[in-house]
């Protein structure tokens, strides 16, 4: 009977050993429990304090890119130089017609002297007025621009084109220059291709230089040479060129020579030395609403070597001020660019020359028919987007999104409005935890 007592008592120590150590657990449990409560709570309010490392950027962009056809919005006016077609339309279309100012000529003078063009038409803008010829000498046009032409095909030829100047006084300089191009189709079979070029005058040669064709390879070439000590007296002169075309025993040939901007400039006596150049000024102006950006690109070309420069107009100072320059070759195409209203070209050279100008292209940044406002998540957790709104003092536009941007995802919205130069407009961007303002003026 004892013993059944001592093992009853041991069991119910057990027991009671066994329901303490579970309170015991319970109790460690409980306040772990409510350590972690205290904790999550404790990164809530400090996330709640700090927008929980929410951010965001917001653009918003309402411009759009506007092209302009030149006839539309430009005009032209030539300053100096010969205009022969000016019409604002040639710059509308790559089309082959073009704006055309020929250049005039500017020189020193004083003493009763001065600078004199002896050659009449040596552009050949006119055909072959003023000319004389023998054989197969004829007007045409490459490039928009007046030559004269020599073609033959066969095997023996002797081609003249000359011009009688008249000089009034003894030059103190002279200078002879043109341009000119020689091709045969078939060179090996070439016996003799040249050009002479002389002065001649009461029957007597004064001057003369042979150019054989080699020298041009088929390509334009430019010659110019000092003849003042062949003008030593008043009086009429010849200036003459002779081709001379020979093929090779019995064969044909195609030979093909070309001349254009013949000039024979004299200085006389009696000045300072002398500078001559020629030039030509065009000013060129856009009238255009308002605008953010503007950006003209205009293709030129000029068929001889020169200097151009775009001066833009400063209207606050009523002054001009060096924008750019180019070095043109001649015969080459290339882009004047520019970003201002009213420009100037002002072109120069040594020697006559064209200026052709064949389309501009004109652009410019302005206020567009609608607004897009961007949205991107900057931060480093996702963030919770409600609404984007635009609005002024008058009206507002809201656009609900209620949707999840990850980091560095971007959201926009697109609202149908056109906005206002000078007045203030704010973007509101909500998430679940913030509101972001963006205050603008267009």
Not at 37 to 55: H, Y
Not at 156 to 163: C, M, S, Y
Not at 410 to 434: D, F, H, M, P, Q
């Amino acid at each position: 009977m004892a013993n059944r007592r001592s093992q009853a008592s041991v069991i119910g120590a057990l027991f009671l050993i066994m329901i303490l150590m579970l309170i015991v657990a319970l109790n460690l449990r409980y306040v772990r429990v409510i350590g972690e409560i205290e904790a999550r709570a404790r990164r809530a309010l400090e996330e709640a304090s700090s927008g929980g490392g929410e951010s965001v950027e917001v653009e918003v962009e309402y411009t759009e890119l506007e092209e302009y056809e030149p006839s539309s919005v430009a005009s032209l006016e030539v300053l100096r130089g010969e205009p022969i077609h000016t019409d604002v339309e040639a710059l509308d279309e790559r089309d082959g017609v073009y704006v055309v100012v020929d250049s005039e000529i500017i020189s020193g003078g004083g003493g009763g002297g001065g600078t004199e063009e002896l050659v009449s038409n040596g552009d050949f803008e006119h055909d072959l007025d003023g000319w004389s010829s023998t054989g197969p000498w004829t007007s045409d046009t490459e490039d928009g621009n007046g030559i004269a032409r020599c073609t033959y095909f066969g095997n023996r030829r002797v081609a003249e084109l000359w011009q009688e100047i008249e000089l009034g006084n003894t030059p103190s300089e002279a200078t002879l220059s043109f341009d000119y191009y020689m091709h045969a189709s078939f060179p090996p079979w070439v016996r003799t291709f040249q050009m002479v070029v002389s002065i001649v005058k009461d029957g007597w040669v004064v001057w003369t230089t042979t150019i054989d064709w080699t020298s041009s390879g088929g390509s334009w070439r430019d010659f110019s040479a000092d003849v003042t000590s062949a003008l030593t007296e008043p009086g009429t002169y010849t200036l003459k060129f002779t081709v001379y075309m020979r093929a090779k025993g019995k064969l044909v040939v195609l030979f093909i020579t070309k001349l254009d901007n013949v000039s024979l400039l004299v200085t006389y006596p009696g000045q300072p030395p002398t500078i001559t150049a020629y030039v030509a000024d065009l000013n060129l102006t856009l009238s255009l609403d308002s605008y953010y950006e503007l950006n003209c690109s205009l293709l030129t070309r000029l068929n001889a070597t020169a200097l151009l420069e775009v001066y833009a107009y400063i209207e606050e100072d009523n002054s001009w001020t060096l924008k750019s320059k180019y070095y043109a070759v001649g015969g080459e195409w290339f882009n004047v660019t520019f970003n201002e209203e009213k420009v100037m070209l002002h072109v120069e050279s040594d020697r006559p020359f064209r200026l052709e100008l064949e389309y501009l292209e004109i652009s410019a940044l302005v206020l567009g028919d609608r607004v897009v406002v961007w949205v991107e998540n900057s931060g480093q957790r996702p963030l919770e987007l409600y609404a984007i709104w635009l609005r002024n003092s008058s009206w507002e536009y809201r656009a609900d999104r209620h949707t999840i941007l990850f980091p560095y995802e971007l959201e926009s919205v697109e609202l149908e409005v056109k906005l206002t130069l000078g007045s203030e407009y704010e973007v509101r961007v909500v998430t679940a935890r913030n509101v972001y303002s963006v205050v603008f003026e267009p």
